[in-house]
């Protein structure tokens, strides 16, 4: 795994875990809409009980999955912030953290630190040389 792999887990993570999200809210919005047909005719013993309980179940199992992805990212976060913690130049930290662990586009993180988009990109190919990758937290 490559640093920019290592570095870069973080952000992906968080795009699945915004995706679960939207489609949480679409279960939950499917749910409300959902009703349970009340007849006299007889049904198939065979046949789901209630779209209702189907939907909810589909919401509990995403809502479980993202507990985890949650906690894998909050093991994978500290996982980056003590790799760059272990940087010793401060303004490589800061750089890092900026864009690894908030975030923040290349573009932020240089109007933040009031530098230019060039210097920046510069201050990271070297940062990024400085950063050691230990993918086991340790």
């Known amino acids: 795994m490559t640093t920019l792999d290592f570095l870069s887990q973080a952000y992906r993570l968080d795009l699945r875990i915004d995706s679960k999200l939207e489609q949480l809210a679409s279960l939950n919005e499917l749910a409300t809409k959902c009703t349970t047909t009340i007849s006299g005719m007889p049904r198939n013993p065979n046949h789901s009980v209630s779209s209702m309980a189907n939907v909810v179940a589909k919401i509990v199992d995403l809502q479980r999955e993202i507990d985890r ?56 190919d070297r940062a990024l040389k400085k950063v050691v990758v230990n993918a086991s937290g340790e």
Not at 76 to 96: C, D, M, P
């Open 69 to 124: 992805d949650i906690h894998q990212l909050m093991d994978i976060k500290r996982q980056i912030a003590a790799s760059i913690k272990a940087v010793e130049n401060k303004e490589y930290q800061t750089l890092l953290e900026l864009r690894f662990l908030c975030g923040c586009t290349w573009e932020e993180v240089a109007i933040k630190m009031g530098y230019s988009i060039q210097h920046t990109y510069r201050m990271r």
